[in-house]
C-alpha cells in the first residue's frame, strides 16, 4: 500500500486549511445523492462543504448532516471564489435549468482554477455538448453506460482501458473509470485499482466516491493522486464493511463508517 499516502494535517490549522468544497448536487427525485456525497468530502478530510440545491433537498440533508453548509444555487454562482474545489452532478437531474448552471459552474472553475469533479448527471449533461473541452484538474466519473455515452458508442465493455485513455484525450482530463477494477486514467498514464468487491455495487456508492475525491482535492492533493487513493480508500472501505456486514448488506450510507479503518491502515 506504499503507493497511497494521505494528505498531510498540520496541527496549526484550521477549516480553511483543508479546503471548501462547493457541492452542486441533489434534485427531488435524488435527494440522497446531496447527502452522501457532502458526507463523504467532510468524512474524508475536507474542512468545510456547502451544498448547493433546491430548497426541498436542502430541508431535508441539513437535518442528516448539520456540519455541512446550504445555499441555493444562485448565491453559489455569486460567491464561487470563496471555494477551493468544485463538485458536480451527483442526483443533479436534467432540467433546462440544470444544463444552463452546469455550465456556468464548469466555466466558473475554469476561470478561478479549481479543481473539480463531475459525476452522474454531470456526465450526462456533458455529453449532450458536441465540443467542451475540460482541464487537467477536472476529474470525470463514469461507468461504462456513461463512458459509452460521453464517447458516442454502444458500448466500450471490450476495451476499458481503450475507452479511459480516449476520454482522457477527448476532454484533457483526468478520468475514473468505475468497473470491478476501476481505471485511473490521465493520457497515456494508467492505474488500475486492485481493491473492492460486490458491496460497492449498490446506489450510492458513487456519490460517495464522488464525495471522496472532492474531499482530497480540497487537502490540496495532485488530481491524479488524489483520483488514485479516493478510489483505494472507497473499494478498501467496502472490503472492510463487508467483513461485519456481508457483501449482501452493505449500504453506500454505512461506508462512512468504515473510512477511518482503511484510513489507519495508511497512517
Do not use: W
Amino acid at each position: 500500500m506504499s503507493e497511497y499516502i494521505m494528505p498531510v494535517r498540520p496541527q496549526n490549522s484550521n477549516k480553511g486549511t483543508f479546503g471548501k468544497v462547493l457541492n452542486i448536487a441533489g434534485s427531488d427525485n435524488f435527494i440522497g445523492a446531496a447527502y452522501l456525497s457532502t458526507l463523504a468530502a467532510l468524512k474524508v478530510g475536507a474542512g468545510y462543504a456547502a451544498l448547493a440545491a433546491d430548497k426541498a433537498v436542502i430541508d431535508t440533508v441539513s437535518k442528516l448532516l448539520p456540519e455541512a453548509v446550504y445555499i441555493s444555487r444562485e448565491n453559489a454562482i455569486k460567491s464561487f471564489k470563496n471555494y477551493t474545489v468544485l463538485l458536480i452532478g451527483c442526483g443533479l437531474g436534467r432540467e433546462k435549468r440544470t444544463v444552463s448552471d452546469f455550465k456556468k459552474f464548469i466555466n466558473l472553475a475554469q476561470k478561478y482554477r479549481l479543481p473539480t469533479v463531475i459525476d452522474a448527471d454531470g456526465l450526462n449533461i456533458l455529453a449532450k455538448f458536441d465540443s467542451f473541452k475540460l482541464t487537467q484538474n477536472t476529474i470525470i466519473t463514469p461507468h461504462p453506460m456513461e463512458a459509452a455515452r460521453l464517447l458516442g458508442v454502444d458500448s466500450i465493455l471490450n476495451d476499458l482501458k481503450f475507452a479511459a485513455k480516449e476520454l482522457s484525450k477527448k476532454y484533457k482530463c483526468i478520468v475514473v473509470l468505475k468497473n470491478h477494477r476501476t481505471i485511473i486514467c490521465k493520457e497515456e498514464r494508467i492505474f488500475v485499482n486492485q481493491y473492492g468487491n460486490s458491496a460497492l455495487a449498490k446506489a450510492g456508492t458513487g456519490d460517495i466516491l464522488a464525495g471522496i475525491i472532492s474531499g482530497l482535492l480540497a487537502q490540496k492533493m495532485e488530481p491524479f493522486e488524489a483520483a488514485k487513493l479516493g478510489v483505494y480508500l472507497h473499494s478498501r472501505a467496502g472490503e472492510i464493511a463487508s467483513q461485519d456486514l456481508t457483501e449482501y448488506s452493505v449500504l453506500a450510507s454505512e461506508l462512512v463508517k468504515y473510512f477511518p479503518a482503511a484510513i489507519k491502515e495508511l497512517l
